[in-house]
């Protein structure tokens, strides 16, 4: 169990693949293993690459996580606990006090079009510490060449209130900015992150059956198609 979590709680794509081997096929710990692995490879080269090493320790019935800092190793308030397997590979599991079932959703090929731009695939999301949304999409792009840029995306939860932002960015080579090719297909990473407004009602946490809405933009600015596609049942 500790190192499925110490696995888990890296965007490193060898071990999340290791993770993903560790849980049971079909279960909750599988899909969300695999969310983050996807995360973690639509991440390579943006500036959400890393941490890059954790430690496990026991905490009260379960375990924590904790993160190398600046010469301290700083844990996570986050709880994993009531852990279940199916044989001998773990299928389920609670963060804080929540099922993981409940933190991690799977796109289920869902495909919205944009147009001449091209399409966007959802492909998974997941909650991160019960206060962050972090989306994967595909984008395919179609006769024309792309902006690399998701700042406008926004998503809208369920409960209504204001929208947040994006802090996300398409995967690209480290260090470059590139506008994505004609005919190419590029994975997309998202992260909306609502720890800094944990306080105030009008804002409220990340849910199922909200929704994301983002923009696709041509190179060179002629062209735009806004899509929308919802994050849960």
Request: aromatic share 8%; glycine share 10%.
């Amino acid at each position: 169990m500790s190192q499925y979590i110490g696995d888990v709680s890296l965007l490193d794509p060898k071990r999340l693949n290791r993770a993903v081997a560790a849980s049971a096929p079909g279960s909750p710990a599988r899909a969300y293993a695999r969310a983050r692995l996807q995360s973690a490879e639509a991440s390579i080269g943006t500036y959400r690459e890393g941490p890059y090493d954790s430690k496990v320790k026991p905490a009260g019935h379960g375990f924590k996580v904790c993160y190398a800092g600046e010469g301290a190793w700083v844990c996570g308030p986050t709880q994993w606990a009531n852990f279940e397997s199916v044989n001998g590979k773990i299928s389920a599991f609670t963060v804080g006090d929540t099922p993981i079932k409940d933190e991690v959703w799977a796109g289920h090929r869902t495909v919205v079009k944009a147009g001449r731009l091209g399409t966007v695939e959802f492909v998974s999301a997941y909650r991160e510490d019960g206060l962050s949304l972090v989306v994967t999409v595909r984008v395919h792009s179609k006769a024309i060449a792309l902006k690399d840029n998701l700042v406008e995306a926004q998503y809208c939860s369920p409960a209504g209130g204001k929208p947040e932002e994006t802090a996300g960015a398409f995967r690209k080579p480290r260090g470059e900015e590139l506008p994505i090719a004609p005919h190419a297909t590029t994975n997309a990473t998202m992260f909306f992150d609502y720890r800094e407004n944990a306080d105030r009602h009008d804002l409220p946490c990340a849910g199922r059956g909200g929704h994301v809405v983002m923009t696709l933009e041509s190179s060179d600015g002629s062209a735009k198609r806004t899509v929308a596609f919802k994050v849960g049942a």
